[in-house]
């Protein structure tokens, strides 16, 4: 039980996700779980600057101790609690290697699809242009092209043979691909792999609760 | 000695740098040095592309295992070089979850520099807006302001008494806004924490050969 623990989170953010997964992963079930809303503004509450600062989620305390950026805090998990839960560092050196490189490409995923996805709510209306988001797409479809390729090439984690950290902060930005229309035809080794994850204990107990019942959309389903 | 190793960078950039001071804290001089020259394209040439497919620098190897990503360069030798050179993991756990956190706020910090003084570099000129360029500005000067105000709490070091990989990996971009022009008066913090930090032998000896005897440029004197 981890009841010296809180996280405040929001439903379907890939950073508040990733340290969902992680703490189910290393048995750290029972922390104090508050869930608020974007859309109500509450990530800018008092409640949470107190915490960060930044007035961001996830903002996460264990004891004393404030950590809220999302690697950070998995990275913190893994080292503090090493023997409890899944092991989610590969001991082999190769695989810890090509855990590290994928977990860190995985910002640049998660860039290309923020600037598809949310370009009308980061880009003001009179500074818009067709060729920017054109730009961005196409940016987005190579990257989702490159994870492609490297399950082609090993697998079936992304760092290999072992579940690790890089499925940990990887895995809800693939999720929110596929929310979002990304085709299973086009691809097809990133929809075996979501498929495969999808089921996994972690990652089904913290699936984001306003994505259960209701349908995915369909902004990248040409990508 | 460090034979086994290669790296390929490009002078002045954060990414590369960092490898570089990490390498020397950790005793791994000797290492396979290619400094190549993002004004001629290098960076995009075929050995750099068999290395890092993007086409980007740092390109990294270490005996047969390949990584690109700088934050996973500093943690893979931090990890596979534990007891060699400077230990850069502090053992307290709350200075560790600090050094987290810095660290990976330092990715905010970097990205909010490349947005003001790459802006010309990434946005086509039909695509370019005063109005955006101001926002940039502001966001800068007050994530700077973060920084400074960081230091104002704890020090000397960005996750308090022990050099860590915060400091290897955020020091190169805070250099990078003082080589810009930040003003030592409005930021006396970061001043003081740049004016001692740039002394230190890893850094010394890795500082950017084309910063060394020309002026740094003013962009950013007024922030």
């Given at each position: 039980m981890a009841k010296d623990m809180t996280l405040m989170w929001g439903a379907g953010s890939p950073p508040c996700w990733r340290v969902m997964i992680a703490l189910e992963e290393k048995n750290l079930?029972?922390?104090n779980s508050k869930q608020l809303s974007f859309e109500k503004g509450e990530h800018k509450s008092k409640d949470v600057t107190a915490i960060n600062p930044r007035g961001q989620l996830p903002a996460f305390k264990h004891g004393n101790i404030v950590l809220n950026e999302s690697y950070g805090i998995c990275l913190y998990l893994e080292d503090q609690?090493?023997?409890?839960?899944?092991?989610?560092?590969?001991?082999?050196k190769a695989e810890n290697a090509l855990m590290l490189q994928r977990m860190f490409e995985g910002l640049t995923l998660f860039d290309a699809l923020k600037q598809v996805l949310f370009y009308t709510r980061f880009v003001p209306e009179n500074e818009r242009h067709d060729s920017a988001q054109k730009r961005n797409a196409e940016n987005l479809k190579s990257e989702v092209g490159r994870w492609e390729s490297y399950l082609q090439g090993s697998g079936p984690y992304l760092a290999g043979k072992t579940f690790s950290l890089a499925d940990v902060i990887v895995f809800p930005v693939i999720a929110f691909l596929f929310r979002f229309g990304l085709s299973e035809e086009h691809y097809p080794k990133l929809a075996a792999y979501h498929n495969t994850l999808k089921d996994r204990p972690s990652i089904k107990s913290t699936w984001p609760p306003n994505w259960v019942d209701t349908p995915g959309q369909p902004a990248l389903k040409d990508l």
């Open positions: 079930q029972g922390y609690f090493k023997s409890q839960g899944t092991k989610l560092t590969p001991d082999n």
